[in-house]
Each structure stands twice: as C-alpha cells, then as structure tokens.
C-alpha cells in the first residue's frame, strides 16, 4: 500500500471519530436540555473502569459568556472529580470527551478494562 493512501487513511479515520464525538455531544445535549425541570440533569457519556465521563447543565451565573453545558471525569471508586471543562461549544464538548477518554484509557487498563477478579 503506498504511504499517501495510509495517511489519507488516517486522516478520514480521525474524521470519522471527531464526528462520531461530536455527534454523541450533540445527542447528549438535546437530551440535557430536553429533560423537564427538576429531573437528574447529569447525562452519562461513557464508562471506563471506575471512571464515568458525563455531561451536566452548567449553573447559572451572571458571566457575560455562559457555558452551554460542563464534562466532566468522575472516579467512582475513589468519589472524585478529577477533571471538569466548560463548554461553549458542541465542538469543545467533544474535544473535552476525547480527551477524557484518552486520560481515563490509561489509568483503567484501556478500553476494555480487565482487571483480575
């Protein structure tokens, strides 16, 4: 296979995942912000391990630029936050997920986490 073919490969795999990414933030909110007043507003995004990376409705405040919505990791075993994003943006929504999913991947064993019973 010759190089240019691979590395047109990779550049439509990445942007088949950032849209794939995108488009679960986008769900996610309509989802968020669909759901009546009073009801859970945390909506999970993924699992990995003990690690839960969810999308909740940002407080309001008087901030002249007010988040849409925060992502954030939690460590359900150790019931930590470990890191949280404000998102202005569907698009900065899905570049929090993904890099809470590269962070959590490590740290859990992968994406298939397989720890001994």
Not at 77 to 89: G, V
Request: aromatic share 8%; glycine share 6%; with cysteine.
């Amino acid at each position: 296979m010759r190089p240019t073919i691979k590395a047109r490969g990779f550049v439509v795999g990445r942007a088949l995942e950032y849209n794939f990414t995108t488009l679960r933030i986008s769900r996610a909110y309509v989802s968020l912000v669909s759901r009546p007043e009073g009801e859970a507003t945390a909506i999970s995004l993924a699992w990995i391990g003990d690690y839960e990376i969810r999308m909740h409705a940002a407080s309001a405040a008087c901030a002249a630029r007010q988040p849409l919505f925060i992502v954030e990791i939690f460590d359900h075993d150790a019931q930590i936050f470990i890191d949280s994003r404000a998102c202005h943006s569907v698009a900065e929504g899905a570049v929090a997920l993904d890099e809470f999913l590269h962070l959590a991947e490590p740290i859990a064993g992968g994406p298939h986490d397989k720890r001994p019973a």
